[in-house]
């Protein structure tokens, strides 16, 4: 019998000063809202679907995500 071992890795997720700058007027329930996306962002990366995100078409990376938190 043989197993095969599947392992995750971790996406890298960038924070710009602009995104800081918006994350600190948000509520704390917010933030928290944003953190649980960019969480699974983190897991699953750009195969991040909506309702969690949706492509960015004038990316110059292919496969770049924006997230999306309620």
């Known amino acids: 019998m043989s197993f095969m071992t599947y392992r995750t890795v971790a996406w890298d997720v960038e924070f710009s000063d ?3 700058l918006w994350w600190n007027g948000l509520s704390a329930a917010e933030q928290k809202s ?5 969480s699974i962002l983190q ?3 750009p195969t991040l679907k909506m309702p969690h995100s949706s492509g960015v078409a004038t990316s ?3 496969h770049m995500r ?3 938190s309620t």
């Open 18 to 20: 602009e995104f800081e």
């Open 34 to 38: 944003v953190d649980f996306t960019v």
């Open 43 to 45: 897991e699953v990366g």
């Open 60 to 62: 110059r990376h292919t």
């Open 66 to 68: 924006a997230p999306h």
